[in-house]
């Protein structure tokens, strides 16, 4: 028997999760978490990441979420320390990503109601809003209990992240060793996921089999439940076409010849058209359109069969045919179960050859974009060479406006879990932090970032951090030296108005390189190759500042439009005549 403080047993709570690492800045109210965090870290495989600023430390958590079966965590001092993790809270909240905060909070004697204490703050209400469940850790011994349900509660159902707001005397308490229950997570909570209700399976199967022109449209679930290999193998065997949201790129690989991409001419057309959509694990946001018409099909014309493990999203948006309650892996398992019970495989429908031939058509148009010989260079060229040269190996972080249009265009994303952007917020500044969660969940994978110099800006210290921990990830800036998509805004609405949109000519290669990092400054798209063979070389963070045409990149095809549509729609008068 020995005596334990506070900190110990939150830490060996946590690797009974399986947890290794845990990211943020220390302070003196988690001094005994992150001293047990060192001295468990050798013998027990955790560690402490200490990042730059508190909401780099959050997406870092998110990221680990997003790329691996573990579940990231974060944490930040009492008041600002706190606070300032909010933003990565937001971000995965809103993408329905688990994770697990946690923040010290003031001494239980001046906290709840607070009295005027140095940097008191309502932790607890603060992260109500941005967190699937919190609580405040009252007591030593409620420790494991509570880690225990903060991780079910984020793993759970509908998967989002959760926040333990621990009383500093509770980290500092010292109690004996005996007293305590620490169960492994098999004991606490279960991984048995639902399964859809057999008269309902039975339902979608006759309906996708009657259907002439069905679709299978997905989202983050499918991603979070690991059914790639169901939804793959069902589209194969019925011959259905299958869309994705922006979150669920990578569900299938974006070259499978039933797989159109996200908002491309094919897949407009094919959501337009179906007389019959499975949808699954996805809310049908504002980024598909609330899944109203024009852009699906009128309800009396399109059928909608609804998947989802939260029954609270079933219909949320768009008005269902049949709703099926349950996990995506094991749904679309039972679907396609009862699928090779009654019939052979599909042939190929030859309506799918009008939605290759819209994605080509869209494609051939960017053709000349993709290799232009410009100077300064056009954004499509540099997605293209970032994409091509990557590959189906590569992770790929999206953070920004207008770059992450061109991607949308240009970009091709092949493997689960390697497409990283914050679909539900559009947060800007995740790129670094996104990368670098990424990198420790999976090292043996190269991971890169596509944003603007905007975007970079906002949470560039954290190449130190990279450095620091030997991550060598590449970021690649794409410099229009502007707020680009509020310029292009700002050109379509305000009469080409340009007012605090527009930065300095800096020089971020010199930046990365006064931090320890490689910079490499781009300016000819010849260079474009060379510059990501160096960096792929290089065992130390790498930042490519590459000067584009401003003009060119202020304006994205196709995907503006649909943008600028969304900004304009609801504006006053005048604005919106332009």
Not at 184 to 204: L, M, N, V
Not at 331 to 339: H, R, T
């Amino acid at each position: 028997m020995a005596l334990m403080n506070g900190g110990e047993l939150l830490t060996k709570a946590l690797l009974q999760e399986g947890v290794k690492q845990v990211f943020g800045i220390p302070g003196s109210q988690t001094g005994t978490f992150i001293d047990a965090i060192c001295r468990l870290g050798s013998s027990q495989g955790i560690e402490f990441v200490m990042t730059r600023h508190e909401a780099a430390a959050a997406h870092m958590a998110d990221a680990v979420s997003r790329t691996s079966d573990q579940v990231g965590v974060c944490t930040g001092t009492v008041g600002p320390g706190a606070i300032n993790l909010a933003p990565g809270l937001y971000v995965a909240y809103n993408d329905n990503i688990p994770m697990v905060a946690i923040t010290p909070q003031i001494h239980s004697n001046r906290a709840y109601p607070f009295r005027g204490s140095m940097q008191q703050l309502n932790q607890k209400d603060l992260f109500g809003p941005i967190t699937k469940w919190n609580a405040v850790v009252n007591s030593w011994h409620r420790i494991p209990e509570l880690v225990q349900r903060a991780f079910r509660t984020a793993t759970s159902g509908r998967p989002g992240p959760v926040q333990l707001d621990f009383f500093v005397d509770v980290l500092f308490d010292t109690h004996d060793d005996s007293e305590i229950k620490l169960l492994p997570p098999e004991r606490y909570r279960t991984d048995i996921r639902p399964c859809g209700d057999p008269k309902a399976i039975d339902k979608a199967v006759e309906m996708l089999q009657d259907a002439k022109r069905p679709l299978i449209h997905t989202g983050g679930g499918v991603l979070m439940a690991r059914a790639w290999d169901e939804l793959r193998e069902l589209a194969e065997y019925l011959q259905i076409p299958v869309t994705t949201s922006v979150s669920g790129r990578g569900a299938m690989p974006e070259d499978h010849p039933l797989l159109f991409i996200t908002k491309g001419g094919g897949a407009i057309m094919a959501e337009q058209n179906a007389d019959v959509v499975l949808c699954v694990g996805t809310t049908m946001s504002e980024m598909d359109f609330w899944g109203d018409p024009p852009m699906w099909g009128e309800p009396q014309e399109q059928s909608f069969i609804y998947v989802d493990i939260d029954p609270e999203i079933i219909g949320l948006n768009r008005e269902i045919d049949l709703g099926i309650v349950g996990d995506a892996k094991l749904v679309l398992g039972q679907i396609l179960d009862k699928v090779k019970d009654e019939s052979s495989p599909s042939p190929e429908r030859t309506h799918i050859q009008e939605y290759q031939e819209a994605d080509d058509l869209m494609n051939n148009a960017f053709e000349e974009m993709a290799h232009s010989e410009a100077k300064p260079i056009h954004p499509l060229r540099l997605v293209h060479e970032a994409v091509e040269f990557f590959s189906r190996d590569g992770i790929m972080v999206l953070d920004g406006g207008n770059i992450a249009l061109w991607t949308n265009v240009g970009g091709r994303i092949y493997q689960p879990r390697t497409f990283l952007v914050p679909e539900g917020t559009g947060q800007l500044g995740v790129g670094l932090p996104f990368a670098l969660g990424a990198k420790k969940a999976n090292p043996d994978k190269p991971v890169y970032i596509l944003h603007g110099d905007g975007a970079f800006m906002l949470n560039n210290a954290e190449i130190e951090t990279a450095v620091r921990q030997e991550l060598p990830v590449i970021d690649i800036i794409a410099n229009d030296y502007a707020w680009g998509m509020i310029k292009g805004v700002q050109e379509v609405a305000f009469d080409s108005r340009y007012y605090g949109v527009e930065f300095t000519e800096a020089r971020y290669d010199k930046l990365a390189e006064s931090l320890g990092a490689r910079g490499i400054r781009v300016e000819d798209p010849e260079d474009i190759r060379p510059a990501l063979e160096e960096a792929s070389k290089s065992d130390v963070m790498t930042v490519i500042d590459t000067v584009l045409d401003q003009e060119a990149h202020m304006v994205p095809p196709v995907v503006f439009d649909l943008v600028a549509e969304l900004w304009l729609r609801d504006c006053p008068e005048p604005y919106c005549e332009g």
